[in-house]
């Protein structure tokens, strides 16, 4: 019964130092080689190009609606105030290009490729549970002490004595 009974300590020393490992965070995200796809400037694409495949037609008519009215724009004579400004021709144009990146990335055809395009890796990588985890076990590991010496009755002065040994 004893021995049954250090072993059993020994199992759960040993468990509790040792602990389970915390899921470590994965550095690659699924989508660098889609985004590599990319094109630099979607207002730079011909009509007949393949990146605009996976962007919907009200997206590839705004594009070149807008693609139109800077060729308009700065196709205006001189002297002449022109439609657009160059700081508002900046401005749209990145809009655009954002709308048409966030677009391509989220169609059906390059989701269909890494059918887990937001998992970092096959553990659930949460940075918020990774911290709290990493948390949990380094206040278990500082209570392994207290444990230690709660297990061995040297956590209080002893009981033996009728004098203190060591002033409260």
């Excluded at 250090?6 to 470590?24: A, I, K, N, R």
């Excluded at 911290?131 to 002893?158: C, H, K, M, T, Y």
Aim: glycine residues 2%.
């Amino acid at each position: 019964m004893r021995q049954n009974l250090t072993l059993l300590c020994g199992l759960l020393t040993c468990s509790m130092l040792l602990g389970c490992p915390s899921p470590q965070q994965s550095t690659s995200y699924p989508l660098d080689a889609d985004k590599k796809l990319l094109p630099a400037d979607w207002l730079a694409l011909s009509p007949g190009d393949s990146h605009l495949k996976y962007l919907n037609s009200t997206t590839v008519e705004l594009l070149f609606d807008l693609k139109n009215e800077i060729a308009q724009s700065r196709a205006t004579p001189e002297g002449a105030k022109p439609p657009m400004t160059e700081a508002l021709i900046t401005e749209r144009s990145r809009e655009m290009n954002e709308l048409c990146n966030n677009e391509m990335l989220t169609s059906t055809d390059i989701l269909v490729k890494s059918m887990s395009p937001e998992m970092y890796s096959t553990v659930k990588s949460n940075p918020e549970l990774y911290l709290l985890n990493n948390a949990n076990q380094q206040q278990n590991l500082r209570g392994v002490v207290d444990d230690w010496n709660r297990w061995w009755f040297i956590d209080e002065p002893s009981p033996l004595s009728p004098y203190p040994i060591v002033s409260p």
